[in-house]
């Protein structure tokens, strides 16, 4: 209250309506799998490994042979990912986990590819609903031909490969 006895104005802070999350695992041959969290669920170490394991049956049933050949698979440092119980189902995985620098948005595929452009790709538009939204992401990821992932995978072994001959500093471009 101020000195006359009146309450200030209430603030109000502007956010979106709805924030939805997903994690999706792709090769070089395009999306495998698309998982998103329910509304009131926490992503956890629990629910990253079940994830884990819809991750390799994705693998099996569309890439087959692949497991036997070996699945290099990219995870960056997050809690989740390092949380015991994820820990042991990306060893029950068979997947061969390749070493992520901790803070390095810039060996993300996610972030340095594949949000960026599907941010620019869905400006603006507006959607009803939930199933309207994933129903937008997932067609971006369908109309996308092998050669996109692929690229993007690429910047990602040139980007590795300038982290290193920096020795681990951050890369812009």
């Known amino acids: 209250m101020d000195e006359k006895g009146e309450r200030p104005p209430k603030k109000f802070k502007v956010q979106s309506r709805h924030r939805n999350l997903w994690r999706q695992f792709l ?5 495998l799998l698309i998982d998103y969290l329910p509304k009131g669920t926490t992503m956890n170490g629990q629910y990253y490994a079940n994830l884990l394991a819809q991750a390799r049956e994705a693998v099996v049933q569309k ?11 990219l995870q960056d440092n997050a809690s989740v990912h ?3 119980v994820s820990r042991q189902a990306l060893k029950d ?5 390749i070493d992520h620098p901790p803070y390095s948005p810039d060996l993300a595929p996610n972030d340095y590819f594949l949000f960026s452009n599907l941010k620019k790709e869905l400006r603006g538009r507006r959607f009803v609903d939930d ?3 994933k ?3 997932e067609s971006q990821f369908d109309y996308k031909e092998k050669e996109y992932i692929l ?3 690429k910047a990602l072994y040139t980007r590795y490969e300038k982290c290193i001959s920096l020795e681990g500093d951050y890369i812009e471009k």
């Open 82 to 84: 390092t949380a015991r």
């Open 63 to 73: 890439r087959r042979g692949k497991l036997l050949r070996g699945v290099l698979f």
């Open 27 to 31: 090769d070089s041959e395009g999306v």
């Open 93 to 97: 995985t068979g997947f061969s986990e």
């Open 151 to 153: 690229g993007g995978l």
């Open 135 to 137: 129903m937008a992401v």
């Open 131 to 133: 199933n309207q939204m």
